[in-house]
């Protein structure tokens, strides 16, 4: 029996086994031996596969984005008229069938725009071309939904399980939950706080499935079989994403107020041009990057051309490595202006954390 002929019998069998406390192993069983088939089709067993035409494109620039969407919603028009680059555009599905790269700049960061060929359903089963889509979708540092405005939630619904299945996370923070396998000693499992669904047996059932009977887990907060089966799995990938509600044009004033409250979307016109500026806006606030300008001693801080790091990872060390690895070798103190330090300039070390658009000085050791 094929990898997807056994995805699909468990998944018909999970979607006609009642949810209760009773069968809560038999599922738990069920979703640990899906996320490991999912596996096996995204990373074969054996030797490295025939080589095909690819789809991954060289990453430049400070931060790559992915449009992902149903063919024919627009990401074409959205990539060409954002980044003035022609990707093959046209009103009948799959016109796009390789990566089409495009590049744009804004408040000094170079953002690499992707507009991947169009999922359809089953990518994540290896129908149609959407499983090189979607791997080259787990590199993005954010990910666009793109949407027919016409019909949202039924391609929504469709494309984030084609994510979902691939290991790819939206808006969600990884679960905060300890996990480490041991030579001996049996099962450990500490909660920290209430748990509604997992409880030991739950936990023993599917370690079993992945072989692993004696292990330390630590739940600090009340975690469903799916969230511990992604920390045992480990090659999940937490992205922010955006969803972009298309051809507004096509929509009445009172349903453009309605979509304006739904979380993570931007309601746009590719065609037209419509709302781009709070689109851009919003991608600069889910990119989180940070801005930092260099200052050469004696003279004015460059403005023109920021370094650009990411959130959490914008310490004074990560900076010098960023203009070069040999930097740090010889690194004294760094000068800093800016919102992270309470006098303008204030000495720091390689550990201090910078913030968006704080200027630094680097003084090296004579």
């Known amino acids: 029996m094929s990898i997807l002929q056994k995805i699909a019998d468990i998944e018909s069998e999970m979607a006609r086994t009642q949810k209760n406390k009773a069968t809560s192993g038999h599922l738990g069983l069920l979703k640990a031996k899906l996320a490991k088939l999912r596996r096996e089709l995204i990373e074969p067993k054996g030797g490295g596969g025939g080589s095909g035409e690819g789809f991954d494109v060289a990453k430049t620039g400070d931060a790559r984005i992915g449009f992902v969407g149903f063919p024919s919603v627009g990401k074409s028009t959205l990539l060409s008229n954002l980044a003035g680059v022609y990707s093959e555009v046209a009103a009948y599905e799959f016109t796009t069938l390789t990566t089409v790269p495009g590049v744009i700049r804004y408040k000094g960061a170079k953002i690499q725009l992707l507009d991947l060929p169009g999922i359809i359903e089953g990518a994540k089963d290896g129908k149609g071309r959407g499983k090189q889509v979607i791997a080259v979708a787990r590199t993005c540092g954010l990910i666009f939904i793109v949407l027919d405005v016409l019909k949202p939630l039924q391609h929504k619904r469709l494309i984030e399980k084609e994510l979902e299945g691939f290991g790819i996370r939206l808006n969600k923070e990884p679960p905060n939950i300890q996990f480490k396998k041991k030579d001996k000693g049996g099962l450990n499992l500490t909660s920290l706080v209430t748990q509604s669904e997992l409880d030991h047996d739950l936990v023993k059932t599917i370690l079993n499935e992945y072989k692993i009977h004696n292990a330390d887990i630590t739940l600090r907060v009340d975690a469903t079989a799916e969230d511990l089966i992604d920390v045992i799995e480990g090659n999940r990938v937490y992205i922010p994403c955006i969803y972009l509600l298309n051809k507004i044009d096509q929509i009445s004033i009172e349903e453009l107020d309605i979509i304006y409250k739904v979380p993570h979307c931007v309601p746009i016109s590719a065609h037209h041009k419509w709302n781009f500026d709070d689109l851009l806006e919003k991608m600069w606030d889910y990119l989180q ?67 968006d658009e704080d200027v630094v000085q680097i003084i090296k050791r004579v």
């Open 289 to 355: 990057l940070v801005r930092i300008y260099t200052k050469p001693k004696g003279q004015l801080p460059d403005y023109s051309s920021p370094v650009v790091l990411r959130e959490g990872r914008s310490s004074v060390e990560d900076f010098c490595n960023k203009l070069h690895r040999s930097i740090i070798k010889e690194f004294k103190i760094a000068l800093v202006w800016g919102s992270s330090v309470k006098h303008c300039p204030q000495r720091v070390g390689k550990e201090h954390i910078l913030a």
